[in-house]
């Protein structure tokens, strides 16, 4: 035993194909220690213990060279069989956890890494006395410069064989399907993994259908030797673990931003995505010039013409608002420019959100000088009333002195009720607002209103016609609330009525919802008014119509209220015919349990 260890366990670094392998060995071993510094790499224990694999599988192969006799030759062959299964079982992990980023489930690695290995290396070992992997006609043959075993194959080598291929069909799928599935950023990434893993596939394939060979030994090692120079070639790329450079590309091609590039002499050379889509989305721009390109075609010709573009630059297109960036490109500082990278920024967002901001700046100040003189009016009334009661009591009558407590009454009673529309749009605002809801009877709400208005714009005598219904209405609902709704919108009907006119009420029930129909004889309101209608501080009345009294915050206090009942209020309107203004809001289901 100890004759043939020492006889077989041999290497000639003198012999060509072994000075070859010998070279691909370090470079593996070389790759191996690299990636091992990268160990974030997804998959990438997988990958070294696939270049720990490839060195066991050369490495026989280098003393199955090196030997002179069939029996060394015979058991270095055997020696491979463990590399053999290995290399294609970790490749396909690597492939596996790379392009799906998840972990190989673990039954799965006990039976690829541990049992099948074990296993036909045992089939294999066995061979003499069986003879079912290397046949009887297994011969060495002397007819070459070297001597070489041509190996019979048995029907264990095919069952072996077999196995390997359906590993080496799931590294093709793995990958192939990585090509299909990858972004335009690493796509090219991919292929060439796909080109990495059909190499020795195809060289295997030719060795054991056409019996190629290379050294007269299976060139399937060398063929991965090859798929290792494609791997140094992806880590020169940089698209291997260089995630900047990854997410560099990413941004270039899935940015929502217009990128363009161009040479010197403004020639379009490529662009991302979006600015393909920019591009395509306007007619017989495809095969147009650069400069000639509909809204970004100026700004290239300004470009040329001057070397650069002003800071803050900005165009318009289709509703949307670019900002322009431009970078010179060239290899070192100092050198000649080559280009220009183009990109318009999308900051649509940023503009509607500044416009926003302005508009909501100007309705805060419109909002503090409404109040102000809400607040003002009634005060104004309320001190020279008392002004005149104090200074000028002798020369006012009993009935002047009437008069002036009941203007101080009124607008002391407007006062009221317009700081407390604002505590209540402050309220609905907040998270203070509370509703105080309980199972009651619509009806009653709505008659109790109406019978409050009674004593409003007695002047006027304008008749509120209301049948209430027979039956119940059951709503869960802060009753002190929707009084307050159907108040404002009665209030809002009577003023903008004619004197004399009826305003026409009415509550109907589906099987769900209950709506209460309010209907003046009024002007009407304009089209596309909602925002006005239920506006803050806002009136749609103009002219004689517009000295009506109110805050101009009851018709928004109202939807506020309606909405945190899961309710509606909303309008139609016919101008010079009136308006009918709807009350809507869930009836109470199963009101008795």
């Not at 270049?51 to 003393?63: E, H, P, T, V």
Request: with cysteine.
């Amino acid at each position: 035993m100890t004759n043939v260890f020492t006889q077989c366990l041999r290497i000639d670094p003198g012999v060509p194909s072994v000075q070859f392998i010998l070279a691909t060995s370090f470079i593996v071993a070389a790759l191996a220690v690299w990636i091992n510094s990268h160990r974030s790499l997804p998959g990438s224990r997988w990958f070294i213990l696939g270049m720990f694999a490839m060195l066991w599988w050369l490495g026989s192969i280098g003393f199955e060279i090196s030997s002179a006799g069939k029996d060394c030759k015979v058991l270095w062959a055997k020696a491979a069989w463990p590399g053999i299964v290995l290399l294609p079982t970790f490749w396909s992990f690597f492939l596996f956890e790379y392009t799906l980023s998840r972990p190989v489930p673990k039954r799965i690695v006990s039976l690829c890494t541990l049992i099948m290995p074990a296993f036909i290396f045992a089939l294999a070992a066995s061979n003499p006395w069986h003879e079912l992997f290397y046949g009887a006609g297994t011969v060495l043959r002397t007819d070459t410069l070297r001597p070489y075993v041509y190996y019979e194959h048995g029907p264990f080598f095919f069952l072996a064989i077999a196995y390997l291929y359906l590993l080496t069909v799931g590294c093709t799928l793995i990958a192939g399907r990585a090509v299909l599935h990858a972004s335009l950023a690493v796509r090219n990434f991919f292929i060439k993994l796909f080109l990495t893993t059909v190499i020795p596939i195809t060289t295997n394939v030719m060795h054991v259908v056409f019996d190629v060979k290379l050294f007269d030994v299976d060139p399937t090692p060398f063929s991965f030797a090859v798929s290792v120079g494609l791997v140094v070639w992806l880590i020169t790329d940089r698209r291997w673990v260089d995630i900047n450079a990854i997410a560099r590309d990413m941004f270039f091609y899935k940015s929502r931003d217009l990128v363009f590039v161009l040479d010197r002499d403004g020639t379009l050379l490529n662009t991302n995505q979006s600015a393909q889509d920019f591009i395509a989305d306007i007619p017989n721009q495809r095969q147009t010039p650069a400069s000639e390109l509909t809204a970004v075609g100026p700004v290239f010709r300004r470009l040329m013409e001057h070397g650069e573009l002003p800071d803050g630059e900005e165009i318009t297109h289709d509703g949307k608002h670019f900002l322009i960036r431009a970078y010179p490109i060239a290899l070192t500082k100092g050198q000649a420019q080559l280009g220009w990278a183009v990109a318009f920024v999308d900051v649509t967002t940023q503009k509607l959100a500044a416009e926003r901001a302005i508009a909501a700046e100007r309705a805060q100040a419109q909002f503090l000088a409404t109040v102000s003189h809400e607040l003002r009016t009634p005060l104004t009334a309320i001190n020279g009333s008392l002004s005149l009661l104090t200074n000028s009591k002798a020369k006012i009558s009993e009935a002047q002195a009437e008069s002036l407590m009941q203007l101080m009454t009124k607008n002391a009673a407007s006062l009221a009720a317009l700081v407390n529309d604002l505590l209540d749009t402050q309220a609905l605002a907040s998270s203070d607002f509370k509703l105080n809801r309980e199972s009651g009877d619509l009806r009653e709400i709505l008659s109790d209103a109406i019978a409050s208005m009674a004593t409003f714009l007695p002047e006027k005598k304008i008749t509120l016609a209301y049948t209430p219904q027979e039956l119940p209405v059951p709503v869960f609902a802060d009753s002190v609330r929707i009084r307050q709704v159907i108040v404002n919108v009665l209030s809002n009907a009577m003023k903008f009525s004619g004197s004399g006119s009826e305003v026409g009420i009415s509550l109907q029930t589906t099987s769900d919802t209950a709506t209460i129909f309010i209907k003046d004889s009024g002007r009407g309101i304009p089209p596309n008014s909602e925002d006005k209608v239920f506006g803050r501080f806002s009136q749609i009345a103009e002219g004689a119509e517009r000295k009506i009294t109110g805050s101009g915050l009851g018709m928004h206090i109202s939807r506020q209220i309606m909405l945190q009942h899961g309710g509606t209020i909303s309008y139609e309107s016919v101008l010079g015919e009136g308006t009918t203004f709807a009350i809507s809001m869930p009836l109470e289901q199963n009101p008795d349990r």
